[in-house]
């Protein structure tokens, strides 16, 4: 990176980064608190809180969202007449999954191989001090030239749309005239990337019942309807022959007119493994961003070990579905029910539950904004020009905000990079990215304010 102030500043402050960092990973803010203590998400939004407090914000808050969680508020008053830019991240984190499969500790900030590990590193407790760095090295090189909202949410991960609700109800609290999502990520690590698409999503819980209870396999297997069978029977209606989704009703044909991903090289992304293929057709692109995806998220039925020769009664499946801009994740829904309904074989019965839902989003690239932001991820990166992208995830605040705020600029940076491996075991987030998007959300503060 070239001689610049707040680049050294952010160099400087790179080791006390790392030690808050390791500080707010240490919270197991799991946001399902029927699994993880509520104390501990308390416990982290507290710490968030203290944060924005030590840097002089006022009117530091934690908000009591409507799914029984906490966001953290924050303002910190720039010059008069300044414009106003929300920042965005959440605290929040995925479960660990198997703690026995990580390297090391999953809450335990622990630097390997140039990257540092632990649950929340890039996805997203890093955000929270990406938006904490780039205010300090303002601060320290003439002050931070526009008004600063930060919001800090607490249940991202579970999609429960606490902080939609609350913004719905507090209109004024998050206006901003620009907002900055903290929250995606670089193409590959080094490339500057704003992402303009993400997909929507919607989370459902199907259980298949046969039978009042389960049967001996070998006095009734052949006659009695298996629930396991017919579950797996609806999950395999989800996808055709190549593997692409397939709900009746619902678009799967688009595609991406921007950054193309090689497949070579999505497949080292995705630890593909050797021999096995991609599914699905049409460009990485298409697929990933421009396309429906369904995911069978988890499967209740008996383990291997310890089952017993019974036919079973009951079965229960989590299904994702990830929808393109342009689908509406309400009718997406419906559709995924009337699917699911007409492919359960044998008249069993079949119930559908919607646990979680968000809309898709697409920014528009052509703003001002994004104008500023490509002139200091030049600074940030060297040599290298800002890309843009989709995400094939889903941020369901940002068309709550969009629709709140028509005229606000929408912006989408953060750490989630492919060797981050976001929601999987051995998280980990580049300390390099880490300082270059602070150093480029600072220039963009400062552009910004100028513009």
Not at 279 to 303: E, F, K, M, Y
Request: some cysteine.
């Amino acid at each position: 990176m070239s001689s610049n102030p707040v680049a050294e500043t952010v160099a400087s402050l790179m080791p006390r980064a790392q030690a808050e960092l390791a500080e707010l990973v240490a919270f197991r803010s799991v946001a399902d608190f029927d699994q993880f203590p509520k104390s501990e998400s308390e416990g982290a939004a507290r710490w968030v809180a203290d944060a924005l407090t030590a840097e002089g914000f006022q009117d530091v808050a934690l908000l009591d969202t409507p799914d029984g969680t906490q966001s953290v508020y924050g303002y910190l008053p720039g010059p008069e007449g300044a414009k106003t830019v929300l920042l965005y991240a959440h605290y929040d984190v995925q479960p660990p999954l198997d703690e026995a499969g990580w390297t090391t500790p999953p809450f335990e900030l622990t630097e390997r191989d140039g990257r540092w590990y632990g649950r929340g590193t890039a996805d997203c407790k890093g955000g929270v001090i990406m938006h904490l760095l780039a205010l300090r090295a303002l601060k320290a090189n003439g002050g931070v030239p526009v008004h600063v909202k930060v919001i800090a949410e607490g249940s991202e991960e579970q999609g429960t749309g606490g902080l939609e609700r609350y913004a719905e109800e507090h209109p004024e609290l998050l206006a901003a005239d620009t907002i900055v999502i903290g929250d995606a990520g670089n193409f590959r690590v080094g490339l500057p990337t704003v992402t303009t698409t993400l997909r929507g999503m919607t989370l459902v819980r199907v259980q298949v019942d046969t039978l009042a209870g389960n049967l001996h396999s070998g006095q009734f297997g052949g006659a009695a309807p298996d629930a396991l069978a017919a579950l797996i029977r609806v999950l395999d209606s989800l996808r055709a022959e190549d593997g692409s989704t397939t709900v009746d009703g619902l678009p799967a044909d688009a595609s991406w007119d921007g950054l193309q991903y090689d497949e070579e090289q999505f497949r080292a992304d995705a630890k593909v493994l050797d021999g096995v293929g991609l599914i699905g057709s049409g460009t990485v692109a298409d697929r990933i961003w421009a396309r429906p995806a369904v995911t069978v998220l988890g499967i209740d039925c008996p383990p291997v070990v310890g089952a017993t020769p019974s036919v079973q009664a009951s079965a229960r499946a989590l299904i994702s579905l990830r929808v393109p801009p342009g689908t509406d994740a309400a009718d997406a829904t419906k559709l995924l029910q009337a699917h699911i309904e007409a492919h359960t074989p044998w008249g069993a019965r079949v119930a559908v539950e919607q646990i979680g839902q968000g809309q898709a989003f697409r920014a528009d690239a052509a703003s001002p904004a994004y104008q500023a932001m490509a002139d200091a991820m030049a600074v940030a990166y060297p040599g290298q020009e800002m890309q843009y992208a989709g995400q094939g995830g889903s941020i369901p605040l940002c068309n709550t905000l969009a629709s709140l705020y028509p005229q606000a600029e929408i912006l989408l940076i953060g750490l989630s990079e492919p060797e981050a491996q976001i929601h999987a075991v051995n998280e980990s987030v580049s300390p390099e990215e880490l300082e270059r998007l602070s150093v480029a959300e600072a220039l963009f503060l400062r552009n910004y304010a100028a513009s």
